[in-house]
């Protein structure tokens, strides 16, 4: 019998607490806590105070709480030292400038995409999308196109192991309308997500492969429906040579 790691079990019940309190869309109350990740109050008390203590959380002036200084200062080191991200930025930009539109860099994180890098469109009507917010596979382009550059084996795992959420009412919920996606995307070579993950929103996705031709990340150009052109090639055409570009220049251990 494999003996778990000391201190896990508790280390698992702190990042629970740190990741609702991450996702809240605002300061979050203790009761509201203890309701997200099913504690009594007690023990997210105590939770809360052991995340304060080492600067991960921070109360507000309503006595509710938000993400500390700490944890914000790591998580800028992090983005500033991830060689994707770093590589990636000047193509990025040269995208978003050729285009007009929003671009995103997205790498995988357990059973869903999170976002890393954002350049916005200078048009007056933008995506709402933040650094750091996740995005689910089955309703993304970036998580799309990641699954679509995948080997079949890798494919099928997390396709089995993903929570199809209805996020809007153009999300698709099952294994086997996404398998039906991912194949026709695979005629095409981009995918596509038209209003899945965001009303009135359509984004065209392509993974950025590694040295071994594996997917390590993913870029997806954002529309608004009233803006999108009907030819397809304006978004995708300069979208896989920033891919290509990107992907050319990692370092090889990625």
Excluded at 90 to 119: C, N, W
Excluded at 127 to 132: E, K, L
Excluded at 239 to 248: K, P, T, V
């Amino acid at each position: 019998m494999v003996n778990q790691v000391q201190g896990a079990a508790s280390f698992a019940k702190n990042m629970m607490v740190l990741q609702a309190v991450a996702e809240a869309t605002g300061p979050v109350s203790i009761s509201d806590l203890a309701a997200d990740v099913s504690m009594p109050r007690p023990t997210v008390y105590r939770l809360v105070a052991a995340l304060e203590a080492e600067g991960l959380i921070e109360q507000t002036r309503t006595n509710s709480w938000q993400l500390g200084p700490r944890l914000l200062s790591l998580a800028s080191r992090a983005w500033q030292n991830n060689d994707i991200r770093t590589t990636a930025y000047p193509f990025l930009t040269q995208l978003r400038d050729q285009i007009g539109e929003t671009v995103h860099l997205a790498i995988p994180s357990g059973l869903e995409m999170t976002y890393i890098e954002k350049v916005e469109s200078q048009e007056s009507v933008r995506m709402t999308s933040t650094i750091g917010a996740r995005a689910p596979f089955h309703s993304t382009s970036v998580g799309k196109a990641f699954l679509l550059a995948l080997n079949e084996f890798e494919r099928t795992k997390i396709m089995s192991e993903i929570n199809y959420t209805s996020i809007t009412k153009h999300s698709i919920t099952t294994q086997n309308e996404l398998e039906k996606q991912l194949h026709e995307f695979k005629k095409c070579g981009y995918t596509m997500e038209q209003e899945e993950n965001e009303l009135s929103v359509v984004c065209y996705g392509s993974a950025i492969l590694n040295a071994n031709h594996e997917p390590v990340a993913a870029i997806s150009v954002s529309i608004p429906l009233f803006r999108l052109d009907s030819d397809h090639q304006i978004y995708t055409g300069p979208l896989h040579a920033a891919c290509a570009e990107i992907g050319n220049r990692l370092p090889p251990f990625l």
